[in-house]
């Protein structure tokens, strides 16, 4: 069974920076892509952002120019970089990726975006 292990989140004050990170218990180069999802207190989990193996990026438009995902494959790890958050970026984020056509999350990372 695959793991997925994020960390980073925590409370930042809007216009702050955060860095998430995401480390597969395999070789980042079994996952066709990888992605980052997150979920807000009540509302449906969304995608954020999503990198393929072979480095292309899509992110849905709320985070776009602000958010920028990237793979480090010597170590082994998925990053979401994001900038400039919002109070409404608050939310659990999810790293997940796809085996044999089941979806696999982590356990999750709140980030709180808050004066």
């Known amino acids: 069974q695959v793991q997925l292990v994020e960390s980073g989140g925590g409370l930042v004050q809007p216009g702050g920076s955060l860095r998430l990170t995401c480390v597969p218990s395999e070789s980042i180069f079994n996952f066709a892509a990888m992605g980052w999802y997150r979920q807000a207190p009540g509302k449906q989990r969304e995608l954020a952002a999503i990198i393929t193996i072979g480095g292309s990026t899509t992110y849905t438009d709320v985070v776009k120019g602000r958010f920028t995902i990237s793979r480090d494959n010597a170590k082994n790890t998925v990053y979401l970089q994001m900038s400039s958050l919002k109070p409404e970026d608050t939310a659990v984020y999810y790293c997940?990726?796809?085996?044999?056509?089941?979806?696999?999350w982590g356990q999750g990372t709140q980030v709180t975006v808050s004066s």
């Open positions: 997940s990726t796809t085996v044999d056509l089941r979806t696999i």
